[in-house]
């Protein structure tokens, strides 16, 4: 009996894939470059399983039922294209790569098309939920050649995590819109993680609580509307204890590393004109965070000045949970709007309400209030903006005071929270009716003739004014919108 999937790639997230196939009654074939690993893996988590090994791309292939379903669980980049290359000659009509690490849309994009005019399908998909995600349930968000997809989803939606019996796992969109979604759940992904660590920063280097109190607090938030899983392994990270017996992350150096997806995010998001301000500031305080030997004796040259804590603890802690709240939805509702105009960009058919679905078990960013996301969005699929649906607009209205004051207390005490800080700046400004961009837009028009539109004339008319007096009527060019 042949197998009805091959996977190349036995890391980490390739093996647990494997084994989770394996568990819902599907026969699965693997190959590794160093074909030793595919002996390990089969003497050792695949012990006893229909898992077949093989040591050679040909004997792969051979394996496999038709149409060929193959699965690349490779580090993204040249690799992919390597493998694509490799398996081309061994492959028929109608065979079907998918891509399953975590690749730029852009090169998602164009494999789609090379292999389309070969005859091969080819799906991009991302797959979040690290080790534990991919052995029990990922959250799987694939796009490509939707060709492809019947094929393909018996397989991953039985694999993926279930909500309310639901699959955390259905059809995207066209070319790298998997990819895409993946990208900014990264993005969004990165924003969480700031967030959290700096409401740890300003309870324990603000207000000074032990990393005990610290790790109940956070224990008895994730029982509330901060109910997700990272605010969940936070808790039990900072509740485990190194070899001496004192809290094992005071002994982790504070430099944190990247893969670039948190970049991508930011970059794409510059090229469509998105404030993705908070994701944007989460990733700058990693890079910050890599200038340890700088930041070290920056320390000494520019001491920061004393600062103690005198206030009410318990009510400190509440604005933290408040501002730690309303950034998180921030950081939502910019993932969002980004996805939205990507839509636009790309002509892809994105449903965000099936998208909140799919980010509701399995994966990293995954959160309570993701069924209130996908409420928002199927109660209006044309939502501009989470921040104005009902009950988003509730939840900040409510948690505005205590974010202003821990953004407050944070300065008061050096706490740094780019993050909070860059949030509310961002909330700030989108409801804000009248922003500054007025005088902006005069210093443009004033030192290069860019020109600038009245409020007193009907938008798309501009204007040049000679500042003076020397200057030319002749404008350079209209502003983009």
């Known amino acids: 009996m042949k197998a009805d999937i091959g996977l190349i790639g036995l890391a980490v997230m390739g093996q647990n894939l494997v084994l989770n196939m394996n568990d819902h009654g ?11 690993r595919v002996d390990e893996f089969l003497n050792g988590p695949a012990k006893n399983t229909q898992v077949i090994g093989c040591h050679s791309l040909q004997q792969l292939v051979d394996k496999l039922e038709s149409p060929k379903r193959i699965m690349l ?24 790569i998918i891509d399953g690490g975590n690749s730029l849309f852009t090169d998602t994009n164009r494999r789609t098309q090379y292999l389309r005019e070969k005859g091969i399908l080819f799906i991009g998909a991302g797959v979040s939920g690290g080790e534990e995600g991919a052995r029990h349930g990922p959250s799987i968000m694939p796009g490509g ?30 070319n790298g819109a998997g990819h895409y979604v993946k990208m900014v759940h990264n993005g969004i992904e990165y924003g969480d993680m700031q967030l959290i660590s700096e409401a740890y920063q300003l309870m324990h280097e603000g207000l000074g609580l032990s990393i005990d109190d610290i790790q109940k607090t956070f224990s008895e938030w994730n029982k509330g509307v901060l109910d997700s899983y990272l605010v969940e392994i936070t808790a039990n ?28 995010t930011g970059i794409n998001a510059l090229d469509l004109g998105i404030p993705l301000t908070l994701i944007a500031e989460a990733v700058f305080a990693r890079c910050l965070s890599a200038q340890k030997d700088e930041r070290v004796y920056a320390a000494s040259v520019l001491p920061k000045q ?34 939205r105009e990507a839509a636009k960009e790309y002509q892809w058919a994105l449903n965000y ?6 980010w509701r078990g399995g994966c990293i960013i995954r959160s309570r209030f993701l ?62 009716e ?25 938008r798309g008319e501009f204007f040049h004014t000679d500042w003076t007096g020397h200057g030319g009527k002749t404008a350079s060019t209209t502003y983009s919108v």
């Open 26 to 36: 599907f026969k699965v074939a693997v190959y590794n470059r160093t074909t030793a």
């Open 73 to 96: 669980m490779v580090k993204a980049g040249e690799v992919v294209d390597i493998y694509i290359e490799k398996l081309l000659p061994l492959l028929s009509e109608g065979d079907i």
């Open 145 to 174: 050649n939707k060709d492809a997809w019947p094929a393909v989803k018996p397989i991953f939606q039985a694999i993926s995590a279930k909500v309310d019996g639901e699959p955390c796992c259905h059809w995207v969109g066209e």
């Open 237 to 264: 990270i900072l509740a485990y204890k190194d070899e001496n017996g004192l809290p094992l992350v005071d002994s982790i150096l504070d430099t944190a590393g990247q893969k670039g997806t948190g970049k991508w």
């Open 306 to 339: 004393p600062a103690a804590f005198a206030g009410d603890v318990e009510t400190a802690v509440a604005t933290i949970h408040d501002a730690l709240y309303a950034s998180k939805i921030i950081s939502y509702a910019q993932g969002f709007q980004l996805m």
């Open 353 to 358: 309400g099936e998208i909140a679905l799919m």
């Open 371 to 432: 069924g209130d996301i996908k409420a928002a969005y199927d109660a209006d699929p044309e939502l501009s903006n989470l921040l104005l649906a009902d009950f988003f607009a509730d939840a900040m209205r409510a948690a505005d005071t205590g974010w202003r004051k821990a953004v407050i207390l944070a300065i008061e005490l050096n706490v740094p929270t780019p993050a909070f800080s860059s949030a509310l700046a961002y909330f700030d400004g989108y409801r804000s």
């Open 434 to 458: 009248r922003l500054p961009a007025n005088l902006l837009q005069a210093q443009r028009d004033y030192f290069g003739a860019h020109s600038y539109e009245r409020i007193d004339r009907p």
